[in-house]
């Protein structure tokens, strides 16, 4: 598969891992009965798979690797961080406003990747706040 091909594949499947986790951040805090659908429950795990199998095979076909390129360190930890964010705002914290400052905290986490991403800098947006 090509290298555009595969940064496209990549690219929606970031957009549909957003979207999902915003939708599911309001189902849980409206307690909708939508995260019981079973495909809310299969299909983020799928497409997550598809990102982080996009993740590596985009690393492998540039050759830069995390804990060689900085940009690329900042984004897999900060996946880390959108991962964890995203148990407690699904999850794990106990109170309303506990799970909806972790989704919030998560969707800046996002964005920030995304800004990591197209800048190729570990700074992203925060380095318009430096100058
Ligand atoms: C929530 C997680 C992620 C999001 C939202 C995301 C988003 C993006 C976006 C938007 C691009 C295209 C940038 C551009 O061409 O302007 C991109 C490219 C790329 N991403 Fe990700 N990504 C994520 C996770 C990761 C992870 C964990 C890795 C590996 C550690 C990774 C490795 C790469 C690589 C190697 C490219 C290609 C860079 C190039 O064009 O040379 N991504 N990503």
């Not at 986790?21 to 299969?42: D, E, H, N, P, T």
């Not at 998560?106 to 990747?113: C, D």
Request: glycine share 6%; aromatic share 14%; net charge positive.
């Amino acid at each position: 598969m090509g290298f555009l091909m595969l940064k496209n594949i990549h690219i929606f499947s970031a957009l549909i891992s957003f979207t999902l986790f915003f939708m599911r951040g309001l189902w849980v805090m409206r307690g909708s009965a939508m995260m019981q659908q079973k495909w809310v429950k299969i299909v983020p795990h799928i497409n997550d798979t598809i990102l982080l199998g996009t993740a590596i095979a985009l690393m492998i076909s540039i050759g830069q690797y995390p804990f060689v390129e900085a940009w690329l360190t900042v984004k897999l930890l900060a996946l880390v961080a959108y991962i964890c964010l995203g148990i407690e705002a699904l999850g794990l914290a106990k109170s309303d406003i506990g799970r909806s400052l972790a989704w919030l905290a998560a969707l800046i986490v996002f964005l920030f990747i995304v800004s990591v991403a197209i800048t190729q800098s570990p700074f992203g947006f925060l380095y318009s706040f430096m100058l």
